[in-house]
T-cell receptor, first 114, second 115 residues
Framework: GDSVTQMEGPVTLSEEAFLTINCTYT??????LFWYVQYPGEGLQLLLK?????DKGSNKGFEATYRKETTSFHLEKGSVQVSDSAVYFC?????????????FGSGTQLTVLP | DAGVIQSPRHEVTEMGQEVTLRCKPI?????LFWYRQTMMRGLELLIY????????DSGMPEDRFSAKMPNASFSTLKIQPSEPRDSAVYFC?????????????FGSGTRLTVV
């Protein structure tokens, strides 16, 4: 079945460092891909998405490009802030008829130090 | 819009008791999902509905769990009887799969502790 593999955490960076969180997927067909962020004590929030190959999703300085040839959707940010500390989830969406299945990776804890 | 509203935010109950979690989706959304989050298993999809009809309940752990969606603005997840291993954060999410929107909106979750 469809699955998502995320980079193991936790990740600790200094403020203004470059961030990469790796995400690869296995899927039949062409799923939509997402990054969600979860701040402590809160639900998941959609960070960015890409619905087809070569699409680049971006939001709040974060970017990810849908790479079909490497089945990847790595999350990047050029300069992280303390406020970016959270858990990040990669996810893929399978759709067929009325069926919808959003499959999440295991999550990557990011801590940014001042 | 107030977003997806879940209640209660926290629930502490004794083993064997019935627990009911509630969710109000965003108006106009036609899909509703129930997830469970634990450190050991991460995020697990329990069940989801489309237009109030259950589509896939294969993630429901056992018969002690049941979910209903009597109308487009309300859903419940019930555990009877509850067990300590049911302790987790339960999230409800809703979505509308139009051509330009494939994202889910999550509620803030219900933290369930069964003692």
């Amino acid at each position: 079945g469809d699955s998502v593999t995320q980079m193991e955490g936790p990740v600790t960076l200094s403020e203004e460092a470059f961030l990469t969180i790796n995400c690869t997927y296995t899927a039949t067909g062409y799923p939509s891909l997402f990054w969600y962020v979860q701040y402590p004590g809160e639900g998941l929030q959609l960070l960015l998405k890409a619905t087809k190959a070569d699409d680049k999703g971006s939001n709040k300085g974060f970017e990810a490009t849908y790479r079909k040839e490497t089945t990847s959707f790595h999350l990047e940010k050029g300069s992280v802030q303390v406020s970016d500390s959270a858990v990040y989830f990669c996810a893929l969406l399978f759709s067929s008829g009325s069926a919808r299945q959003l499959t999440f990776g295991s999550g990557t804890q990011l801590t940014v130090l001042p | 819009d107030a977003g997806v509203i879940q209640s209660p935010r926290h629930e502490v109950t004794e083993m064997g008791q019935e627990v009911t979690l509630r969710c109000k989706p965003i108006s106009g959304h036609d899909y509703l999902f129930w997830y469970r989050q634990t450190m050991m298993r991460g995020l697990e999809l329990l069940i989801y509905f489309n237009n109030n009809v259950p589509i896939d309940d294969s993630g429901m752990p056992e018969d002690r769990f049941s979910a209903k969606m009597p109308n487009a603005s309300f859903s419940t997840l019930k555990i009877q009887p509850s067990e300590p291993r049911d302790s987790a954060v339960y999230f409800c999410a809703s979505s509308f799969f139009g051509p330009a929107n494939y994202g889910y909106t999550f509620g803030s979750g219900t933290r369930l502790t069964v003692v």
